[in-house]
């Protein structure tokens, strides 16, 4: 397993170490803290970016004749600042907020309707990576939380409608999104606060949300994301022992050596979900 050419582990003896500390706790200590886009998800599909959410809305044009334009200004605007890690941290969490609060303006100002949600995930262009399936399934049978932290820009009812639409949305599966308030014509009002982004996650402490109760005994932690910002997803819980695992998606050779100094395991060339599954068996 650990021998892939895809599979890059950073500390070797210390991955072993957690390994077999997380393996003694037991399922009834541990949780699983994750991602959505493009970490259960695939990131590409033959060499192109597969589509997000938000990307799906964009480009499908369900909204207003004006949206797609202002929302591609947008992304060309703030995407190269979110992946730029020369810019210091704080000015590009900033470009990130004021990103999602333009963009979440544009959604209301462009009519977006709870039933648009529901024809982003039938679009069938969101695909879960291989094995993603049986890792769930295997949580569920052992009752281990699966908490899935999206900072999707079309919010966590987006989400749930995509695990219900795969049959997936089992009881310990506990999303920490962005979500929305509605008219009663099913238009978008507001946006929530605290809105999450690609790099607060670890501002965005879990110990805020109603599933802090259920997890916070719970302190090995297998953390899964494919960006620096998602390192971040358990901070402010007190854990005892945490493997990280990132999906490094574009720009490898620029970004690895970032990567392994935010991530236990980094993995490469958008694979199936082979690695996660075995070593969650191996632990869990």
Same mark, same amino acid.
């Given at each position: 397993?650990?021998?892939? *050419?895809?599979? #890059? ?8 170490? +957690? %390994?077999?500390?997380? @393996?003694? =706790? ?84 462009? *009519?977006?309707? #709870? ?8 679009? +069938? %262009?969101?695909?879960? @990576?291989? =094995? ?153």
């Amino acid at each position: 397993m650990e021998n892939n *050419k895809n599979i #890059i582990i950073a500390n070797p003896e210390e991955f072993k170490r +957690k %390994k077999e500390a997380i @393996r003694r =706790g037991g399922a009834g200590k541990s949780h699983v803290l994750s991602d959505f886009d493009r970490t259960l998800t695939y990131a590409t599909v033959d060499g192109h970016r597969r589509d997000s959410l938000m990307a799906i809305l964009r480009d499908k044009k369900y909204l207003t004749p004006d949206y797609p334009k202002k929302a591609y200004a947008l992304r060309d605007r703030y995407y190269p600042v979110e992946i730029d890690f020369s810019i210091p941290i704080e000015e590009r969490k900033k470009a990130m907020e004021e990103w999602w609060t333009k963009h979440f303006d544009l959604l209301i100002e462009s *009519k977006l309707n #709870i039933k648009d949600l529901g024809k982003v995930v039938a679009s +069938k %262009k969101i695909r879960l @990576r291989d =094995g993603v399936v049986n890792f769930i399934d295997h949580l569920h049978a052992r009752k281990v939380p699966f908490v899935i932290m999206s900072a999707t820009g079309l919010g966590g009812e987006a989400v749930t409608l995509f695990f219900e639409k795969e049959g997936k949305l089992l009881d310990n599966i506990h999303i920490v999104s962005n979500f929305f308030e509605w008219n009663e014509n099913g238009y978008m009002k507001k946006a929530r606060n605290p809105i999450i982004h690609a790099l607060n996650k670890d501002e965005t402490a879990i110990r805020d949300f109603p599933v802090y109760e259920l997890i916070k005994d719970r302190k090995n932690i297998l953390l899964l994301g494919d960006g620096p910002g998602d390192v971040g997803m358990s901070e402010g819980f007190d854990a005892e022992n945490i493997i990280k695992i990132g999906f490094l998606n574009e720009k490898v050779e620029e970004n690895l050596k970032h990567y392994k100094e935010l991530y236990d395991v980094i993995i490469l060339n958008d694979p199936s979900f082979d690695f996660m599954v075995g070593l969650l068996k191996e632990i869990i």
